[in-house]
Antibody
């Protein structure tokens, strides 16, 4: 059973960089599939951030691309999100997830982490 | 950007009733559409992928249909645990977008 767990600071100051890690268990990232980040502001809908493959190949949401970096560390079986120059609008629950099909980088998500709330505030 | 709209925003029904949720895309996504269920404080759960395929472990009362720009999620007979928010999601032009959600609440 694939399990994902997000970790990182719950509070980030405006203009700083948000950094989160998603640890994967029950499956080796090196074996395949893309892995993604999705966020959800409190009381609002879901927004896709981007996906990454174990090779480092990425797809990003164009609306966030200038501020987002997703990276992978296969030795630790985890992948990470960095979002720079954050504002209050970046306050959200951040989810990591596994893409459901191993034949492309953009698809549905079949396994999700529980999510972690990141608040941007001074 | 391929925009998804969902209707209604809220659906008030009683247990045992049939729920019909709609998702419309601004451009054709063929059958590249998924549905998720989200309960308060929980991550979304995949219900349907490729418009009509139930994900593993999803009860048969959930069914999806449609292609192109118009899609439907049907819950044939609502169980108490089905009251939640439902999102559709598409993939096209190398990006993912979600609909705004439909809340199914108890009448």
């Amino acid at each position: 059973q694939v399990q994902l767990q997000e970790s990182g600071p719950g509070l980030v100051k405006p203009s700083e960089t948000l950094s989160l890690t998603c640890s994967v268990s029950g499956y080796s990232i090196s074996s395949g599939f893309y892995w993604g980040w999705i966020r959800q502001p409190p009381g609002k809908g879901l927004e896709w951030i981007g996906n990454i493959f174990h090779s480092g190949s990425t797809y990003y949401n164009p609306s966030l691309k200038s501020r987002v970096t997703i990276s992978v560390d296969t030795s630790k079986n985890h992948f990470s999100l960095r979002l720079s120059s954050v504002t209050a609008a970046d306050t959200a629950v951040y989810y990591c997830a596994k893409v459901g099909r191993d034949d492309g980088g953009i698809d549905y998500f079949d396994y999700w982490g529980q999510g972690t709330l990141v608040t941007v505030s001074s | 950007e391929n925009v998804l709209t969902q209707s209604p925003a809220t659906l008030s029904l009683s247990p045992g009733e049939r729920a019909t949720l709609s998702c419309r895309a601004s451009q054709s996504v063929f059958t590249s559409l998924a549905w998720y269920q989200q309960k308060p404080g929980q991550a979304p759960r995949l219900l349907i992928y490729d418009a009509s395929n139930r994900a593993a472990g999803v009860p048969a009362r959930f069914s999806g249909s449609g292609s192109g720009t118009d899609f439907t999620l049907t819950i044939s007979s609502l169980e108490p645990e089905d009251f939640a928010v439902y999102y559709c999601q598409q993939r096209s032009n190398w990006r993912v977008t979600f609909g705004p959600g439909t809340k199914v609440d108890i009448k």
